[in-house]
């Protein structure tokens, strides 16, 4: 039976710091139950997968991944057909597990990242369980050790999520209803919050994308980051994939207003359900139907903001904060203030801006 490292075995690792000083390996992965693996799903029915199995980890891309040497098999759920693909840079796995969308596997005391569709391992890989997963003395969080490794996913004041400096650049939402929130070249996942706060460098999750984000949004099954007058489009199926042929101007993608030629915007949205996108550049808005492409005409509409930074149209509350009883609702952020409305309509129609919230309420933060 395919095997993996669930979250309660995730969390079992905190009271492994000393039996891993003395270079104890990871414990094998426990069964998966089936309930873990989505409906319909029977794994004694898998008789295709080879056996015996190193371990599993159920996928975003409705995969299992299984693991034997460098050698990994993918039952797709959705089309219950076995697929093959060597990994050399992964190699053997005792142990694996997915976190916030991040794919790890665990060789020993060790582990690495990977990419679970190409199978790709960044750089610096691998690194000290101690140094990661676990509170050991003198390791993790800030410290160097005999390996020459700290932890490096946290980089100094301005990515401090309460910070009273804190700058948001864009917000986003993909169709799996992961929530992304981006500032300077790392990003947050403001719907992971039961699982901690942690910021990325945004190369992490799109190693092919841009260096910064200013806007983002998300329709059909994918994921578009906006920097300056370049646009990256990614597939949001298994994972991120960037498009053939892009990054590509802004303009060869949406059009531009008439008679106005856009060096940057500073947000976009589209509200669920909907093509139309709404494009924000200093004290002016617009929306386009995204359906038209390059040809959309760009029609401008009255809004209260004399800028703003980030927006966001999603149909559940974000963080704490909602800004409808029901239906969608939008977010538009300025600096370290946050503004609610119910719909477009509402922010087409006020005279004046609302009471604004502390933007750090989307990062969890009470102060």
Known sequence: MARVLGAPVALGL?????????????????CVEESQMGPGVNLREMEEFPQPCGCCIPSRSQQCLSDQGDREWFWDLATGTMKERSWPAVGNCSSALRWLGRYYCFQGNQFLRFDPVRGEVPP?????????????????HGHRNGTGHGNSTHHGPEYMR??????????????????YAFSGTHYWRLDTSRDGWHSWPIAHQWPQGPSAVDAA?????????????????FLTKGGY???????????????????????SVDAAFICPGS????????????????????????????????????????????GPNSCSANGPGLYLIHGPNLYCYSDVEKLNAAKA???????????GCTH
């Open 124 to 140: 610096r890989y691998p690194r000290d369980v101690r140094d990661y997963f676990m509170p050991c003395p003198g390791r993790g």
């Open 162 to 179: 309460c910070s009273p400096h804190l700058v948001l650049s864009a917000l986003t939402s993909d169709n799996h209803g992961a929530t």
């Open 217 to 233: 949004f998300s329709w059909e099954e994918k994921l578009y980051l906006v920097q300056g007058t370049q646009v990256y489009v």
């Open 14 to 30: 905190w009271s492994l710091c000393w039996s891993l000083a003395i270079a104890t390996p990871l414990p094998p992965g426990v």
């Open 275 to 318: 093509s139309r996108l709404h494009i924000m550049a200093g004290r002016r808005l617009w929306w386009l139907d995204l359906k038209s492409g390059a040809q959309a005409t760009w029609t401008e509409l009255p809004w209260p903001h004399e800028k703003v930074d980030g927006a966001l149209c999603m149909e559940k509350s974000l």
């Open 241 to 263: 994939t960037l498009v053939s042929g892009y990054p590509k101007r802004l303009e060869k993608e949406v059009g531009t207003p008439h008679g106005i030629i856009l060096d």
């Open 353 to 363: 801006l609302p009471q604004p919230q502390n933007v750090t309420s989307l990062l």
